[in-house]
Antibody
Framework: VQLVESGGGLVQPGRSLRLSCTTSEFTFGDYGMSWFRQPPGKGLEWIAFIRSKAYGGTTEYAASVKGRFTISRDDSRSVAFLQMNSLRTEDTAMYYC?????????????WGQGTLVTVSS | DIVMTQSPDSLAVSLGERATINCKSS????????????LAWYQQKPGQPPKLLIY???ARESGVPDRFSGSGSGTDFTLTISSLQAEDVAVYYC??????????FGQGTKLEIK
């Protein structure tokens, strides 16, 4: 199982950024996918989840990002995305994508290496 | 939200000695439907993503050394490393997936060598 995040970088407050999570070695379309983040030196926070198409492809968000971030997926390319709008300095963090092992019991079993997002003027 | 609280925040243990980390949830993470505890433990080494160690509170992930074990039920859980090795230096997190995808984590416990 491989998950590789990309798209991070330095961005000014109020701007947008789109992260990608390119996956391989598993049947991407069968799994729910999440994004988590970890501010420098701090703990882990779940921020977004998308179900597989078989379970409706529906999405859920943490309150801290709801209305600003959008998770999506392209099963034909085995890629998950996180569109981040109206970025704030407190969004500065390492962003990880992850896979949920089962369709209805959402244990996170694999994580990518992460991509760093820095929001600063 | 289910609040997860770990203790201690940091821990220093001698090589070969036992390390114990506790995790308490603000409500039970045991499902009536299957009587399983929706509690996982992750290990995070510096500069690396979290790694799954334990799930269902006590099931060891494939490839995880048997010196790692998990126990507990309901709201109180423990991760034990029976004989600390140098490569076990890391931050350990408990996580509930009872209310997944609204996952919540403990604040982390930093484990060091004494």
């Amino acid at each position: 199982v491989q998950l590789v995040e990309s798209g991070g970088g330095l961005v000014q407050p109020g701007r947008s950024l789109r992260l990608s999570c390119t996956t391989s070695e598993f049947t991407f379309g069968d799994y729910g996918m999440s994004w988590f983040r970890q501010p420098p030196g701090k703990g882990l926070e779940w921020i977004a989840f998308i179900r597989s198409k078989a379970y409706g492809g529906t999405t859920e968000y943490a309150a801290s990002v709801k209305g600003r971030f959008t998770i999506s997926r392209d099963d034909s390319r085995s890629v998950a995305f996180l569109q981040m709008n109206s970025l704030r300095t407190e969004d500065t963090a390492m962003y990880y994508c992850s896979r949920a092992r089962w369709q209805t019991i959402l244990l996170v079993d694999h994580w990518g290496q992460g991509t760093l997002v820095t929001v600063s003027s | 939200d289910i609040v997860m609280t770990q203790s201690p925040d940091s821990l220093a243990v001698s090589l070969g000695e036992r390390a114990t980390i506790n995790c308490k949830s603000s409500q039970s993470v045991s499902h009536i439907s299957d009587n399983k505890n929706y509690l996982a433990w992750y290990q995070q080494k510096p500069g690396q993503p979290p790694k799954l160690l334990i799930y269902w509170a006590s099931a060891r992930e494939s490839g995880v050394p048997d010196r790692f074990s998990g126990s507990g039920s309901g709201t109180d859980f423990t991760l034990t490393i029976s004989s600390l090795q140098a490569e076990d230096v890391a931050v350990y997190y408990c996580q509930q997936y009872y209310s997944a995808p609204l996952y919540t984590f403990g604040q982390g416990t930093k484990l060091e060598i004494k």
